[in-house]
Every structure is written in C-alpha cells, then in structure tokens.
C-alpha cells in the first residue's frame, strides 16, 4: 500500500533511489515499534527489535548498555589504508506515559503507553541507515556508531550510556541527531549552530508559616501570603537580573495551600522550572532563586524548605558541523515539491532534550526534521495524545544522515 506511492513520490526527488525502495521498510518498522512503546530503562522489546535487525544485517552491536541502550558499529572501507574518523548519530528509543487517542491500525498496543514524541520514527532512521551503510561500507571511510539510546524523556539515557563508554574505543570524532519536529511542515529542517535546546533545572519549596484562625491573623505568619510574594518576587530573576540578550523562563507551576476559607494555611507547596541557553548560568539560578526566598520568608517571620535539581544542559551545536548539516539538508529539501522546502536557523526551543550531554562531551549538530502536515490533519504537538508524524520525514532524514556520514568521514 505505502510502497508504490512512496517510491515515486515527487517529495523525494533528492532522496537517493536505494533509500526511496527502503522506506516503505522503514515505515513498517516504525509503525512496528509505534505499536510497542515502551517507557524510559523498560525498552526491552524496542532493543530486541534492533537488536535482530543489526545482526540480520551482519552489523556488530553491544546491547544491554546503560540498561536497554545499544551502540551499532559500523566500519567503512573506502580506504582500508586509513584507519578514518569516527561519527556517531544518536537516536532516542523511549516512549511516554500518555493513552493513544489516534485511531490507526497501528496504535499503541499498550494502555497508557504511546509514542507521542516521535522516537519510534527516529528509531526507524537509524536503523535505516544502518541498513543502508552495511550495504554500502565501500562509500565512506572510517566508522560509524549509531547509539540507542533509552529514556531521553527521563530519566534519562544519554549520561549513562557516556559513563559506560560508548563515546570510546573507538573514540568519537562528532555527533550527530535529530528529533521529528511538528512546529515544522513537511520539508522544512531546522538547523542552527550554538544553543537550540535549553536547560533543565526544577525547585521545590515549602514555606513554612504558622496557621491558625482567618479571623486572627495577628497570631499567624500566612503562608499564601508569604508565598504569593515568593512567586512574585521569582519573576524578577529573568526581567531583573538575566543579560537581557539573554533568554531564560522561570515558571511557578504548583502552588497548593490551604484547607478551608477560614483557616489561615500552615505551609504552602510551590514547584516550577527554570529554563536557558546561556551555560554561563549552570550555577547562577539556585543560589539567586533561595536568596529570594529566603529574604521574603525572613521579612514574614516564615521559613522554608527548598530542593533543586539540575536535570539536562543547554543543547549547543557547533558551528562547523551545523553549517554542513544545514548544507546538506538545503540539497536534500531543495527540488523537493514540498511547498515548505526550506532549512530554517529560526527553530530554537526552550524544551530540553539530554543529547546536550553528548554535545558537551563531542562536537556536533542536533537539528529539527519538520514532520508536521497540515492537509493530511498530521498538526497534534509533541506529547498530544492524537501526536502522528508525516511519515515521508523518514526518508529525508536517511538521506542527511547518510549525507553527513559521507561527507563527514570522508572529508568532502
Ligand atoms: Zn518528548
Ligand atoms: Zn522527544
């Protein structure tokens, strides 16, 4: 059904012909893994799946790392003389905790369990171009490492599997991914160097006051008012204190306190994120977030418990991988018939994604394949219960990783 259509689609002009007769391929083995999703350290039978991929390919492999993660190794033979760098694409394998509203023959087959990310479809190019590469090692020089990597939406896969080392032996030169992007039409990539993705840091905080009567507050220390003025006093950070030409959020998303109309609350709960580009803050929000708290608990006679936790980096591009990238994906979309056929810098996020681990480690490009299409209804968000992908994506996203692979390792 897919096959004929898709191997003619004039979308695809400058998807190389190889790549055209297998997306059909990569299209069921999405819908495959679509079917099965799996949640974060728990995607055995996601890595089973590539696992007897791989080895039907005669791909070596290690699994098991960092729980259900898999690095694939590929060796090219362009020049057998030249031992050749070594590039690593890294695809996210982890599905989400969300019941699937989609009503596709494929849907999910686990209640409460969907890929509502598109990690499937990642999933599904990589391991095409896995399949492509073991056919072709006579086209580039060097290795290939394709990483599986488990739980990018947390808790998180990537530093675990750096700790195990898979950016080692042999050591990698660059890195590169992507992620399926429905703020993107069909034919649109977005690639930008320095910060795309932002970091991760959440807090939460008890204030803790002295309840008692509403009608006598004299005898209390109101918690709600105490903290009202907490959350007030947080927004200062980015209008007041961040580089202007900076960007950062602070947001208050949880704030419960009190029983009953005429009690005044004991203790209020708050809890929210922080996001922003600029490294240079790694260690300035917590110290400036308690500062505030602490003064406006003091000013009130209230004291608090604060925890923050760091979970993700900023994710930074570099600068000469991401022109390339960005030059390859301009002839990849360029002559396609998509009405959207363009690469766009303007594609930055304030979502965080654990890649950046790998990005600080090795230079590389983390980009964003436009998935979404607006005529076939194919517009739900990320994390939506109705998400699906425009599943032509799959073929231009072999061709750039393909691309990248030969331009990359082989110097041109
Ligand atoms: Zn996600
Ligand atoms: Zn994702």
């Known amino acids: 059904m897919v096959a004929a259509s898709i191997l003619n689609s004039p979308h695809l002009k400058n998807v190389r012909l190889d790549l055209r007769s297998l997306h059909p391929q990569v299209i069921t083995w999405r819908r495959q893994i679509h079917q099965y999703p799996e949640l974060g350290f728990e995607e055995t039978l996601t890595a089973q799946f590539i696992a007897e991929k791989l080895e ?54 686990h209640p409460g369990k969907m890929h509502a990310c598109g990690h499937d479809g990642h999933v599904a190019i990589a391991l095409g171009t896995a399949c492509y590469l073991a056919s072709h090692r006579h086209t580039f020089n060097g290795t290939v490492k394709i990483i599986f990597q488990p739980a990018e939406e947390g808790p998180g896969g990537a530093k ?57 507050p004299q005898q209390t ?9 907490i959350v007030n006093a947080l927004q200062t950070i980015v ?40 490294p240079k ?3 300035y929000f917590h110290p400036r977030l308690e500062q505030l708290i602490a003064g406006v608990c003091g000013m009130h006679g209230a004291t608090y418990d604060l925890s923050y936790e760091k979970f993700y980096p900023p994710v930074i591009n570099d600068e000469t991988i991401a022109d390339l990238v960005r030059q390859i994906a301009q002839t990849v979309v360029t002559e396609t018939s998509l009405p959207n056929n363009l690469v766009t810098p303007h594609c930055q996020t304030m979502g965080g994604e654990d890649m950046s681990y790998f990005l600080q480690e090795v230079p590389g490009c983390y980009f964003f ?13 990320h994390h939506h219960p109705q998400f699906n992908i425009d599943e032509t994506a799959l073929a231009l996203g072999m061709e750039i990783f393909i691309q990248c692979v030969e331009k990359i390792l082989t110097g041109v």
Not at 242 to 268: L, M, Q, R, W
Not at 369 to 381: E, M, Q, V, W, Y
Request: charged share 20%; glycine share 10%.
């Open 56 to 109: 039907s390919w005669g791909i070596d492999y290690q699994a098991n790392i960092a729980k259900t993660g898999i690095v694939a190794t590929i060796q090219g033979d362009r020049q057998r003389d030249r031992p050749g760098k070594v590039l690593a694409i890294r695809a996210d394998m982890d599905a989400l905790p969300i019941q699937e509203q989609n009503d596709l023959d494929y849907r999910s087959q």
């Open 281 to 283: 803050y790694a260690d």
């Open 160 to 216: 675990p599997m750096i700790e195990a080392g898979v950016l080692q032996n042999p050591q990698v030169d660059a890195i590169i991914g992507l992620h399926l992007w429905q703020q993107l039409p069909l034919g649109t990539v977005g690639v930008r160097s320095g910060p795309l993705m932002a970091a991760v840091e959440t807090f939460r905080c008890t204030v803790l006051g002295r309840g008692g009567h509403g009608a006598i």
């Open 221 to 229: 220390v109101d918690s709600i008012v105490v903290a009202t003025q």
């Open 239 to 278: 209008a007041r204190n961040i580089d202007p030409i900076d960007s950062a959020v602070v947001t208050v998303g949880e704030f419960h306190a009190g029983t009953a109309c005429n009690v005044i609350a004991d203790t209020a709960r708050l809890s929210g994120t922080i996001r922003y580009f600029n």
């Open 369 to 381: 394949l436009g998935s979404a299409n607006a005529d076939r209804g194919l517009t739900f968000a």
